[in-house]
């Protein structure tokens, strides 16, 4: 038990001297100013990311992995041609579902439905009724959602945290200033939250998106927000 106690006791009486040690030398806590910050901004939604989704249906599941590629591979083709340089096509792998039915009290296997995912990825806003005018004459069962973002977003992390860095430091400004003090360098910087980026979304029905030929997407607004912490330093 005693060789317990003392080192117990040894460390207790070093920080007793290294405290009055401080205290002698007149330390204190640095003086210091926290505040916190929230800014949001919106940007112009010039880019859109396109998800598209096909599907054939046959009693062999072989036949409806061919019915699906016929059309889908035609399209891939069409779509590589056109795509511009800085935008992205993505193909999902096919999959196969059964199909069952239920007869009398059983569950029984009628059919196969093979689909594939399909999407474009940063095609300018401007361009987007047409390149939705060329998926569509493949006959998707589902168009949508359409994600609407912004490039200037994309060469930044997120353009909000700037702005509440610099509204985090005026407001340290004022209120040092009102205290007759000035504001020294910032001690500790934190980022609370920071959703980043909110695309848009947007949901259209294939067979609206068929009947209507090359529709026009109107460019809307997307909102970046940021929220920071900052403990300032105070000087007299």
Do not use: C
């Amino acid at each position: 038990m005693n060789l317990i106690k003392q080192p117990k006791l040894l460390i207790g009486l070093l920080l007793l001297a290294l405290s009055s040690s401080l205290f002698a030398q007149g330390w204190a806590p640095t003086p210091h100013l926290q505040v916190e910050s929230e800014a949001r901004i919106s940007l112009d939604a010039d880019l859109v990311d396109i998800h598209a989704s096909f599907s054939a249906e046959n009693q062999d599941s072989q036949l409806a992995i061919q019915t699906l590629e016929q059309d889908f591979r035609l399209l891939l083709r069409d779509l590589k041609r056109h795509l511009p340089q800085a935008s992205q096509l993505e193909a999902g792998q096919i999959s196969i579902q059964p199909r069952r039915t239920q007869r009398n009290d059983t569950w029984q296997i009628t059919g196969y439905t093979a689909s594939r995912n399909l999407k474009l990825i940063d095609l300018p806003v401007e361009e987007a009724g047409e390149w939705i005018e060329k998926i569509t004459q493949a006959k998707p069962h589902q168009l949508g959602p359409m994600n609407y973002h912004s490039s200037q977003a994309s060469k930044s992390r997120n353009p909000a945290l700037e702005a509440a860095l610099k509204d985090a430091q005026d407001k340290a400004v004022l209120m040092a200033n009102s205290l007759g003090q000035n504001l020294g360098r910032a001690l500790q910087i934190q980022e609370i939250s920071s959703p980043g980026v909110q695309s848009q979304k947007l949901m259209m029905m294939a067979d609206s998106a068929v009947r209507s030929a090359a529709p026009e997407l109107v460019a809307g607004q997307v909102e970046a927000t940021a929220r920071v912490r900052v403990i300032f330093e105070l000087l007299n």
